[in-house]
């Protein structure tokens, strides 16, 4: 069976797209780098990956809001191939910054009726960056399989998903596309900080679409695809791999490699 191929897309400001690669190919799929001017040059090439990637950072430096100026290209050069990829079932990630790129890009939450949603500035006021304890919810999406607790890492200013309708969060939730949510050092979920680094209601970390395929999320699992990575790794050991792999491996299974 050929690995699958991941595409990891590039923009000013990404910060995060070598280890984003990196953790693809230790989860056993073969990773490219593309800048967002080469895609947009070629936009068939993405006919040749099953996976897509949209990694962290600052695209074009947020300067209109946190990826904005990326959502709206992806939207406007690259609707057409897009469509074409998730209708022949590939699988899209959005982390941290990408995951504001595909709220934003309307790939997420992607389902009827819900209104506008977006990711706005933390309830703290200011950048967090720390390690966060996370309940995934398994059923839905290919990326999560079961509800192990993860802890990966945030860094983030604006990460807390808002959406305009007032029962949109909860019809989201009977939907099973909010698949991993901030829980406190008992497994709760968390609605207080800093358990809960930007105060989204339903302590919403990461979301999928309707089908599952299109999952974002604002902590970082490229971070801790290691156990060396993990502040405290003499305590939990070096007998696994870091809890962010799962993520990746989880997709990469699913496209039957």
């Not at 406007?76 to 995951?99: A, E, H």
């Not at 389902?111 to 706005?120: D, R, V």
């Not at 990461?206 to 990575?229: A, I, N, Q, S």
């Amino acid at each position: 069976m050929p690995k699958p191929r991941a595409l990891v897309l590039r923009a000013p400001g990404t910060n995060c797209d070598e280890e984003t690669a990196f953790a693809w190919r230790l989860a056993g799929a073969e990773a490219e780098t593309w800048h967002i001017g080469r895609v947009l040059g070629s936009p068939d090439g993405l006919d040749s990956f099953q996976i897509l990637t949209l990694p962290g950072g600052f695209s074009y430096g947020d300067d209109l809001g946190s990826g904005k100026i990326l959502a709206s290209r992806l939207g406007t050069v690259l609707g057409d191939p897009l469509r074409r990829f998730l209708d022949r079932g590939g699988l899209v990630l959005g982390i941290c910054n990408g995951f504001q790129v595909l709220v934003k890009a309307g790939l997420l939450p992607g389902a009827a009726g819900l209104g506008h949603a977006t990711l706005t500035f933390n309830d703290s006021g200011h950048f967090e960056s720390r390690w966060s304890r996370l309940i995934p919810t398994p059923g839905l999406s290919p990326f999560l399989l079961d509800d192990e607790p993860i802890e990966l890492p945030v860094a983030h200013g604006e990460g807390k998903f808002v959406l305009a309708e007032d029962d949109a969060l909860a019809r989201l939730e009977s939907a099973g596309q909010v698949v991993l949510r901030y829980a406190d050092e008992s497994g709760r979920v968390a609605s207080t900080y800093p358990a809960n680094p930007n105060g989204s209601p339903g302590a919403v970390a990461g979301l999928c679409d309707p089908t599952g395929r299109v999952f974002g999320l604002m902590p970082h699992p490229e971070r801790h695809v290691d156990p060396l990575h993990h502040p405290r790794w003499t305590r939990r050991g070096l007998d696994r791999e870091g809890d962010g792999l799962r993520i990746f491996r989880n997709a990469v299974r699913a496209l039957g490699a």
